[in-house]
């Protein structure tokens, strides 16, 4: 009679997860080492919603890329009218609308890719990782040929700024890069929206989303790999949304550059 192995314990599940499990008590409450971990954690999530978010800084860094950059705004007036008016996030303001037409006039913008960068609820997330994703993304995108028209740097901004954003330039697509809500165990992880033939009024149902992008979570490069692949396919097939699934793999970068793009 052979023994059976003894079924994995509780404890056991924190070696495969960030999440709060197998904790245990003290008395009817937390150790005190738990709930001193939990604060700590909440106390980050809420520092990562009021961060600042170095426009300049990252205008900069872009341009060093290569890439033709602007800086626009959403109606937003503060942070905490952000926070309260979720809508207002999700227009531009009248003088960064006619200056991103202005650059659409002098830009040949139209039939390509734009990409937003914008801070969203978590400006530390985009700080730490939007540059990084825009390295690896530049190169998966020219591997595919391509082309970016323009990168917009938001500030106050919403996913669904890119709408106008993109509208305005007339690209064939757009791809937002925003910080998203904050989390225990992730306070800086970035996300990815993409919107083909964006226009003021495309719901979710209409985006794919590349999300998790942090070092505890998707790498830059896998992340990078998955937004290109999904950008060719949307590209390919004049669609975004439902109407278009993620089926890029392992995220190898080899099939970047295949013929029929296929995973």
Known sequence: MTSQPAPPAITDLSSLTPARVALGRSGPG????????????HAR?????????DVPGLLADLS???????????CVGDRADYLRR?????????????RLAGCA????????VAVVIGDGLSPAAVQAHALDVMRSLVSHLAAANIE?????????????????????LKAAIVVVLIGERPGLSAPDSLGAYLTFAPRIG?????????????????????AAFKIAWL?????????????LKDESGDGAPRRIAGDNGQA
């Open 30 to 41: 937390l150790p005190t080492r738990a709930l001193l971990d939990f604060t700590l954690d």
């Open 202 to 222: 495309r719901t979710d149902a209409e985006r794919n989303c590349v999300s998790n992008i942090h070092r505890g979570g998707l790498g830059y490069d896998e």
């Open 45 to 53: 999530a809420r520092d990562a919603v009021h961060a600042a978010f």
């Open 86 to 98: 979720p809508d207002l996030g999700r227009r531009l303001e009248p003088a960064s609308a006619q």
């Open 105 to 112: 006039r002098t830009a040949d913008t139209a039939d390509k």
């Open 231 to 243: 950008v060719r396919q949307a590209l390919e097939r004049k669609v975004t949304g439902v109407a």
């Open 64 to 74: 060093a890329l290569g890439l033709r950059t602007a800086e626009v705004a959403s």
């Open 148 to 168: 970016i028209g323009e990168v917009v740097v938001a500030r106050g901004a919403r996913v669904a700024l890119g709408d106008e954003i993109g509208a305005i």
